[in-house]
Each structure stands twice: as C-alpha cells, then as structure tokens.
C-alpha cells in the first residue's frame, strides 16, 4: 500500500516588507509620501524592542523630512554619536520630556513648551524655542522611552519640551494611549516642527500620510490579521508619544 498523501498544511510565507519603512507590503504607503524640506533636524530614538510594524511611524515620519535620522538601540555616548555628525550644542537641541509634568496643569498657553530642569514653565519661551537646532524623539512603548531616556545621560543637555494638543491622537480605538495628551511620533513630529519653523504645511503633509496609513490599515484588517499589533505586556503603558514616542 502507497503512503497516504500528507495532508499537513505548509506554513505561510512571510510577507515581504518595505525596506524604507519596513511595514508588510500590504500596508506600506511610501509611494505617497510627499518630501519636506525641513530646516530642524529631526532625530528618531527607537528602542530596538519596538515591534509594532502595522501600527508604528517612526520610519514612516523619517522618510518625509530631508532632514531626518532613526537610530535604533539602547544607548549612543553623545548627540553627535546618534546623529552621525558633529553638534556643538546640544542645549540647541530639543527633547520631548517624558516627565510628570503637563500643559494644562502648569496652565501653559502655546502647543509647545519649553520647561527648565526642575519641570516648570521657562521663561522667555519665544527665545528658548526660536534658537533650537533640532528636536529628539523616543520611539516605543512607555517602558522603553523611558528605558532611552535613562540610558542617554546627554539628553539632559537637551531643551526639555511638552507639547499641548488641542485633540487626541488620530489613532482612536486602534491604540490606546495612557494619556489624552498622547500621540504618535508622527504626530509629535508634526506639531514641534510645524511649530517651531511656523510652517502648517508640514503639520498638513503629515496628518495626511497619517491618516492614509490607518486607512490602510483598516482596509486590511480583517482580511489580515497576523498584522495586527501584538498587545503590550500587562503592566506596560503602550506608548511614550506624549504630545511619547513617541
């Protein structure tokens, strides 16, 4: 007698990624990415456990500026180590804080706010915010941030900022974030750039590749959902993003 044939299901293959933004095909939407040409720099901290590809921006974010960098680790000895170039002042440098503080506690007007080291409003905040070289972001979930944060002692060379959205993140039911003033790093991005160059355009460009990206992702949703983001570990806040993080 012939062996029975075997009836074992072959495993799926892995789907293909994007190698800029590195999400699955099915939810990638570089095409569509209009470029900025930014006068900032932007510098993108993701902790290396940072798996969220269906939902995650940091790379997505980096991809509109000129002017962008994502690194992905733990630690780098200086700014100009993460950069890859020189800074001669890294206080010229701002980095979302991911302190206690909040906007509407301190009753701070303005969508981004310069603090002093001690958590408070500083003053003469047009100066402070006027002379900054570039902005700082964390990538991932509340426990890494802060996981960056701590392993980075050159952040506290850094201009600590907050931001002071007007409106809760874009990402809705989809993702839930442990405050109200919580967003996502494409989000934060948005703001402290548009912000601080005086350009709504950039804050336009990138609430529309956002809002295409989650389109994207719901129209797969239900015909995918090994896409779906895993859920974080109990005991962990999902994400930094604190208009961090992102």
Known sequence: MSNPPDMTAAPPEPLSECPHCQKPMPLCICDSVAPIKNRLG???L???QEQDRALGT???TAKHFANA???VGLSWPSLSKALGRPVENAARWAVLYLGSARAADLEAEGEIVALTRKGEVAENQRAILGKLEGVVLLDGTWSQA???WWRNPWMLKCQRVILNPAHPSRYGRLRRE????GLSTIEAAA???AGLE??????ETLHASFERMLARYREVQAEMPELAPKPAPKGRRRDFRRGKRQ
């Open 42 to 44: 932007l510098l993108i």
């Open 46 to 48: 993701q902790h290396p």
């Open 58 to 60: 940091a790379r997505l």
């Open 69 to 71: 960098t994502v690194r």
């Open 146 to 148: 802060k996981a960056l």
């Open 178 to 181: 442990p405050r109200r003033d």
């Open 191 to 193: 703001m402290m750039l």
């Open 198 to 203: 005086r350009r709504p355009d950039i804050a």
